[in-house]
């Protein structure tokens, strides 16, 4: 369905004069996608369409293929939708005399003469000023995440204490994934292929939740905490970051006392441990 839908977008595209380029980004940009790919379009509108063009785009993408959800985000700038089909779709409008598109993520559907500009392919290696960047915002965030653990446990807020604990998990993958030395060019649905495979085995290992109480929601977060705890510091060297061990003691020793306070049996260590072990 996302093949036929290329097609008429690239037809409608041509045969607008008020659209002077179209191309797709993302993993059909890139020449990888799959069934599951969403369709990332570009659009570069004449100047002096352009406020006619983003008033009718609903109109102009119904006549492509019924939508089933349509939001105008960022000012006007995108339109995200979903079809009849299911198939999900992003636009970005762009308004101008000519638009930079990247050599190796852009298949170009149609374009007027000059209207397009190259600009180099940054590569897949993530550079260290990246990873730092990365670890600087992820580390300090799931440590401060985790020291709220108290708080949904002291308050009986299962629901939001499971929400949370798969925040907890986002990040820690965040953290896993710069093991691997590549740069993130996917969105949040592609994980796999930048998470080196044996720190994928532990966090899956260490994901899961048989039943919705005050103690797995504690083993959940803490089998994670407990991941981060043994191989952060390690990729923090690699990086040549240092690792926020104050704050990780802080978050630990907390959730340590409020969970001793709430009458919980188990140490720490003992609530870290997988069923396996």
Known sequence: MQTQFIEALTAAAETDPRVRAA??????GKGIADRWSDVDAHLLIDPAHSDGFKAGVRDW???LRPLVLYRLMFGGQMVNAMTDEGMRLDVWLHSGENAQVVEGQTQVLFAEESTLTWKPNPGTELSQAEAAAEL????P???RCVAMLPVALGRDEKIIGAAGNFLILLLL????SLASSIRKDRGVKALNGFLPPEYRQLAEGATFLPELTLEALARFQLR????LQEHGPLICEQWNVEYPQSLEDAALAYVARELAAMGF???LEELYRLPSE
């Open 61 to 63: 993408l119904e006549a």
């Open 141 to 143: 965030e799931f440590w």
């Open 265 to 267: 049996s188990a140490t």
């Open 173 to 176: 993958t965040d953290v896993l």
């Open 23 to 28: 191309w797709l980004a993302g993993s059909f």
């Open 136 to 139: 600087e915002r992820a580390i």
């Open 224 to 227: 994670l905490a407990r991941i």
